[in-house]
C-alpha cells in the first residue's frame, strides 16, 4: 500500500512529464486530489488538455505509463469528447487520466485545480433529482422481484443490492450529502444505516431473498415518506404485494 508520500510522488512525476510533453497544453487535478481530501487510499485523478489527436497522445501516455510506472493494466471510459483512461499501478493505485481536445479541458464540478493551460469555461451538469433516484429505486425493486420469479438467485442478489444503494442515495440526498457511489453512506446517521442491514443478502436461497428484498422495499418506503409522501402512497401497493 502506498504513502501520502508515495502518491505525492507519482502526482509530481506526471505532472513534471506532462509539462515537459507538447502536446499537452493543459493540466488539472481532479477529484480529492484537487480539494485537499486525499488519503493514501485515494486515486490519482488529472485531466488533460491536448493540442492534436487524442489518440496519439493516450498511446504515447500508455506507453509510458506501462514503461515508467509499471503499470499492470488500463481500460477506457469515453464521455463526449473525453476519454478517461484508467491505470492500474503497483500499490492498488488507481490512476486515471481524461484526455481532451482544448475546448473540452473544462471544469465540471467544484474537484478541479488548473496545474497550467487555460481551462474552457465550466460545463454546467444538472444535479441528481429525487424523482431520478426513486424511479431507479423502485426499477431495481422489480427487477429483484421479477428474478427471484425466475429463480435467478444471483440476478435478484444484484437487483436488492442496486435498490440499497439508490436508498442510500436518497436518504444521502435528503441530509445534504454526496449521493454517488455511497461516498456520503458514511455519514448517514446510525438510526438510518441501522435499518439497512436487515437489506443484506446472507445466502442464495429464495426464501433469504425474499426476505432481503423486503426488507429493502421497506427501507424504501420509509425513506419515501419522508422525502415525498405522496409518492410514497402512490408506490405502496405495488411495493407491498407479496415477495
Known amino acids: 500500500m502506498l504513502s501520502l508520500g508515495d502518491l505525492a510522488s507519482v502526482r509530481r512525476r506526471l505532472l513534471a512529464l506532462a509539462e515537459a510533453d507538447p502536446a499537452v497544453v ?19 485523478d488529472l485531466a488533460f488538455a491536448i493540442d492534436g489527436p487524442l489518440d ?9 505509463l506501462y514503461r515508467d510506472f509499471a503499470a499492470v493494466h488500463h481500460w ?8 478517461y483512461r484508467v491505470f492500474l499501478l503497483p500499490g ?16 465540471r ?10 481551462p474552457a469555461p465550466p460545463e454546467p451538469t444538472a444535479p441528481v433529482g429525487h424523482d431520478h433516484l426513486a424511479g431507479l429505486a423502485w426499477h431495481h425493486a422489480l427487477h429483484a422481484w421479477t428474478s427471484i420469479q425466475r429463480r435467478r438467485w444471483w440476478q435478484a442478489e444484484h437487483w436488492i443490492g442496486a435498490l440499497r444503494g439508490q ?26 444505516a441501522a435499518g439497512l442491514e436487515a437489506t443484506l443478502v446472507r445466502t442464495l436461497d429464495e426464501a ?3 426476505r432481503a428484498l423486503a426488507a429493502a422495499t421497506a427501507a424504501l418506503s420509509a425513506e ?11 408506490l405502496a401497493p405495488v411495493l407491498a404485494e407479496p415477495v
Open 76 to 83: 477506457d471510459r469515453p464521455s463526449g469528447a473525453t476519454v
Open 224 to 234: 419515501l415518506t419522508r422525502t415525498d409522501p405522496a409518492l410514497a402512497a402512490r
Open 208 to 210: 433469504e431473498l425474499r
Open 109 to 118: 464540478g467544484p474537484s478541479w485545480h488548473t496545474v497550467f493551460g487555460d
Open 167 to 192: 436508498v442510500i442515495a436518497l436518504a444521502c440526498l435528503r441530509l445534504g450529502h454526496p449521493t454517488a457511489y455511497a461516498k456520503g453512506a458514511h455519514l448517514l446517521p446510525a438510526e438510518v
Open 56 to 64: 496519439a497522445a493516450m498511446h504515447h501516455w500508455t506507453e509510458l
Open 92 to 107: 492498488r493505485l488507481e490512476v486515471d487520466i481524461a484526455f481532451s481536445p482544448p475546448e473540452g479541458f473544462a471544469p
Open 26 to 44: 493543459g493540466a488539472a487535478l481532479t477529484g480529492s486530489q484537487a480539494t485537499g481530501d486525499a488519503d493514501r487510499w485515494s486515486d490519482l
